[in-house]
């Protein structure tokens, strides 16, 4: 394998087929949650991880630190941050063509990459509040999707090692009044084997699960995608190095929003409409 992802898809040795990818779309639209096994090959999620341990490494020796009192009630929630700038197979991951098509389909053809970060659950840690990732980048009310995660598992995920724990239909919930008042009893584990991809609409409200076993470690990335008009949690002009900036397609480069033009798109639409009569304006009348 070379040093970068295969533009192939993989699943143990086989192409992801566009059923699967269309019915994982289908059941994030219905559902608001999907999962996609083997979007990554054995080989392929060893090789990621890695890289996401090499990453934690250099996050703290630039002075950035992998546990968030913020987030996290202890230390045992590793979080690494900026991994656009760190290693470009990261780069490549947020690019996957299955991740691409399950934001646009969700989201719609105008999308930017909001963020890339990852948790690694060691043994012992213990879960954030309840939330949903919409409602971390806008007001209420949420009526439609702004925003999703697209979440590669790099382990085996379930629930004793801190799988995520989501609360079904809760992005119908435009208001956060509308979500039950004990949700806990009501949510459930996203499970999922190695090398798979869950895809959340940002609206879901969720936590990260508790990693109750003595020594097994869950290792995730997020993807988050929003909707182009929507700023994004980081500033990539300042968050990513020049070097880093140089080396981006044209199309990364477009969707982390580098370019000289920011919130345009819809004012062309408006602008691009059909003028109004010039007769409305003549003063004679």
Request: charge should be negative; include cysteine; aromatic fraction near 6%.
């Amino acid at each position: 394998m070379s040093s970068r992802l295969h533009s192939q898809l993989h699943a143990d040795g086989r192409d992801v087929s566009t059923a699967a990818v269309e019915a994982a779309l289908a059941a994030l639209l219905a559902d608001g949650v999907a999962v996609l096994p083997g979007v990554l090959d054995a080989d392929e999620a060893v090789k990621v991880r890695r890289a996401l341990l090499s990453a934690a490494a250099e996050s703290e020796r630039r002075g950035v630190p992998t546990f968030m009192p913020v987030l996290d009630p202890n230390a045992a929630n590793v979080r690494v941050f900026n991994l656009l700038d760190i290693d470009a197979l990261f780069r490549d991951l947020i690019m996957h063509p299955v991740a691409l098509r399950l934001a646009r389909g969700l989201l719609g053809p105008h999308i930017a990459i909001s963020n890339f970060t990852a948790n690694i659950a060691l043994p012992g840690s213990r879960s954030m509040s309840l939330h949903s990732d919409q409602a971390l980048v806008a007001p209420e009310p949420w009526l439609a999707p702004w925003s999703m995660n697209i979440i590669w598992c790099l382990d085996d995920v379930y629930f004793e090692n801190g799988a995520t724990l989501y609360l079904p239909g809760s992005q119908r919930c435009a208001l956060r009044d509308e979500l039950p008042r004990t949700p806990l009893g009501q949510m459930r584990a996203f499970e999922a084997p190695r090398g798979s991809i869950l895809a959340m609409d940002g609206r879901v409200w969720h936590t990260s699960g508790a990693n109750v076993t003595k020594d097994v470690e869950r290792a995730l990335l997020f993807g988050y995608y929003s909707v182009d008009f929507l700023r994004p949690q980081v500033n990539h002009n300042v968050q990513l190095s020049e070097a880093t900036k140089a080396s981006l397609s044209p199309e990364l480069f477009g969707l982390l929003g580098l370019g000289a033009d920011a919130n345009t798109r819809v004012a062309g639409e408006v602008l691009g409409a059909a003028p109004l009569d010039p007769a409305l304006f003549d003063a004679s009348r």
